[in-house]
């Protein structure tokens, strides 16, 4: 099994900015796809951000996109969320997750596809 630990979560005001960090015991991680999801309260889960295994492509939910940043480093074993402009709708809990086999595009922010999941990190945006 993979294991994940999400951290870097925290209490920010509207327009600021955070990083998440998933740190995963993934072997060859390149291999793998990656990708962020959150749940609000009384929401269901949504995908955020993925980016695919092998070089692959990156793709962002509209309501991100142009502020958030999904990154990875394989040599580290550990994924990235950059969060710019955060907005009180972006307020959650985020996880991060990782999926081996093949993914097409429209299946990319899709949480059935994924395999192994991080604990969650919660993220509040409120003056």
């Given at each position: 099994d993979?294991?994940?630990?999400?951290?870097?979560?925290?209490?920010?005001?509207p327009g600021?900015?955070?990083?998440?960090?998933?740190?995963?015991?993934?072997?060859?991680f390149n291999d793998y796809n990656i990708a962020w999801f959150r749940q609000a309260p009384g929401k269901e889960r949504e995908?955020?951000?993925?980016?695919?295994?092998?070089?692959g492509n990156t793709w962002y939910a509209d309501a991100v996109k142009g502020r958030f940043a999904i990154s990875r480093d394989n040599a580290k074993n550990t994924m990235y969320l950059q969060m710019n402009n955060l907005k009180p709708d972006d307020t959650a809990a985020y996880y991060c997750a990782t999926a081996f086999n093949y993914l097409i595009l429209s299946r990319c922010l899709d949480p059935v596809a994924y395999d192994y999941w991080g604990q969650g990190t919660l993220v509040t945006v409120s003056s």
């Open positions: 993979v294991q994940l630990q999400a951290s870097g979560g925290g209490l920010v005001q600021g900015s955070l990083r998440l960090s998933c740190a995963t015991s993934a072997f060859a995908g955020v951000a993925c980016f695919r295994r092998r070089g």
